[in-house]
């Protein structure tokens, strides 16, 4: 069965970093489009980042962009999220998501990232 499950959050201080990372089985992983989500507490679903099956295609939030780096080891299978410059107001649980928005979608468990000092 497909499992995605991410791992790599923790406490971070404001302007430090962070690389997620999400270990993908049970799915021919380099066949599908990845996702990065991201839910503050108390708000709604915030989709931070997209990359295409092969790797060369991505796209950022405009909240995160210049910031983060989305990236796959399709040998692997596995996704990351490096995410630098961190801000308070991005601790959120982080969710990788396969295939968002179309038939087949899975999400992760998700990992907390918390930025504070």
């Known amino acids: 069965q497909v499992q995605l499950v991410e791992s790599g959050g923790g406490l971070v201080q404001p302007g430090g970093s962070l690389r997620l990372s999400c270990a993908a089985s049970g799915f021919t992983f380099s066949s599908y489009s990845m996702s990065w989500v991201r839910q503050a507490p108390g708000k709604g679903l915030e989709w931070v980042s997209v990359i295409n099956s092969g790797g060369g295609t991505l796209s950022y939030a405009d909240s995160v962009s210049g910031r983060f780096t989305i990236s796959r080891d399709n040998v692997k299978n596995t996704l990351y999220l490096q995410m630098n410059s961190l801000r308070p107001e991005e601790t959120a649980v982080y969710y990788c998501?396969?295939?968002?928005?179309?038939?087949?979608?899975?999400w992760g468990q998700g990992t907390q990232v918390t930025v504070s000092s």
């Open positions: 998501v396969k295939s968002i928005g179309l038939p087949g979608e899975f």
